[in-house]
């Protein structure tokens, strides 16, 4: 199992209001984002300035699209006007 799977398989094992992704073996860092979705009202701020394209929309609440290209840079967490973010 590769860390992408272990990413989704600690999401399908009930993180239910939680993204949670473990990867970036290339870069050497692990990096968990997580979304509240209690707090989200589907702004698509996160999306817009996030600089590596990292999530997508998928209904009304974004999603990882790919952990991998994460940088850690937080910016999605210091712009969420709800809270709804958070990195670890
Ligand atoms: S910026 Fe915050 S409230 Fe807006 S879509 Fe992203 S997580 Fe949800
Ligand atoms: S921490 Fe930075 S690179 Fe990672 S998802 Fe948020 S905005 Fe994108």
Redesign the pocket.
């Known amino acids: 199992m590769n860390e992408m799977e272990i990413g989704v398989l600690i999401e399908k094992r009930g993180k239910i209001n939680m993204w949670s992704g473990i990867s970036q073996k290339a870069r050497g860092k692990l990096?968990n984002?997580a979304l509240n979705q209690g707090f989200c009202k589907g702004c698509e701020i996160?999306i817009e300035?996030?600089?590596?394209?990292?999530?997508e929309m998928k209904g009304s609440y974004p999603i990882?699209k790919d952990i991998n290209?994460?940088?850690?840079?937080?910016?999605?967490?210091l712009e969420c006007p709800d809270f709804a973010?958070a990195?670890e």
């Open positions: 990096v984002i996160c300035i996030c600089p590596n394209k990292c999530l990882v290209l994460c940088s850690k840079c937080m910016l999605c967490e973010i990195i």
